[in-house]
């Protein structure tokens, strides 16, 4: 069965700081990988999607992801983390529906 | 354009009472969802609708039925809720018009709060 992780339950970063959140995959066949991101008392939004093709997928609010089949990764990335970054983000991979992860709270500190 | 709504925000029941959760959306998308998230344990599919007039089960059915009235609503009902129903509901619509194939990104709706004393 298909199935997302993401190891860590929070990610503390300074304002300015590149911010990295994990995640792994295991699926059979091709995957399909998101990032979503949930602000307080919001829905979720999608910020981005692998495919397939250019392993380094860019998205919203300047979040980009790399797409590792090696070491079945696919880590949420920004080079300059905002205070106003500071949500909840879920990755998710698409078998017949979709599955996501538990989440990783991430926290930017002015 | 709203996007997908949800009435209501928040709904406090007793247990056995039941309730309809409303979900529409204006994006003429095929498919739509109904997911529950509890801490810790990020999004679970309840229910989800490939197209106006199927609905099938997802990863956690049980206590809930959905109706596809048509291609804009997508509703959820609680028969007899439970203290373990307790829990943020979202739902979401898609463009995709079936479940394999090139994905695409879900849209959510804002979400209800229903507790279950």
């Known amino acids: 069965a298909q199935s997302v992780a993401q190891p860590e339950d929070q990610v503390n970063v300074a304002e300015g700081n590149p911010l990295t959140v994990k995640c792994t995959y295991s699926?059979?066949?091709?995957?399909?990988l998101f990032w979503y991101v949930q602000y307080p008392n919001r829905g979720l939004q999608f910020l981005l999607k692998y495919i397939t093709g250019d392993n380094l997928v860019k998205g919203s609010y300047g979040f980009e992801a790399e797409f590792n089949k090696s070491q079945t990764s696919f880590h949420l990335k920004k080079p300059s983390a905002l205070v106003s970054d500071s949500a909840l983000y879920f990755c998710a991979v698409r078998d017949n529906k979709l599955i996501f992860g538990t989440g990783t709270r991430l926290q930017v500190f002015p | 354009n709203a996007g997908v709504t949800q009435t209501p925000k928040f709904q406090v029941l007793k247990t056995g009472q039941s309730m309809t959760l409303q979900c529409a959306q204006d994006?003429?998308?095929?498919?739509m969802y109904w997911y529950r998230q509890d801490p810790g344990m990020g999004l679970r599919l309840i229910y989800y609708?490939?197209?106006?007039?199927?609905?099938d089960k997802g990863e956690v059915p049980n206590g809930y039925n959905v109706s596809r009235l048509n291609k804009r609503e997508f509703s959820l009902r609680l028969e007899s809720a439970a203290p373990s129903q307790t829990s943020v509901y979202f739902c979401?619509?898609?463009?995709?018009?079936?479940?394999?194939?090139?994905?695409?990104?879900?849209?959510f709706g804002p979400g209800t709060r229903l507790t279950v004393t």
């Open positions: 609708s490939a197209s106006e007039g199927t609905t």
């Open positions: 979401a619509s898609s463009v995709e018009n079936s479940q394999v194939g090139t994905p695409y990104e879900q849209y």
């Open positions: 994006m003429n998308h095929n498919s």
């Open positions: 699926v059979s066949g091709n995957p399909y």
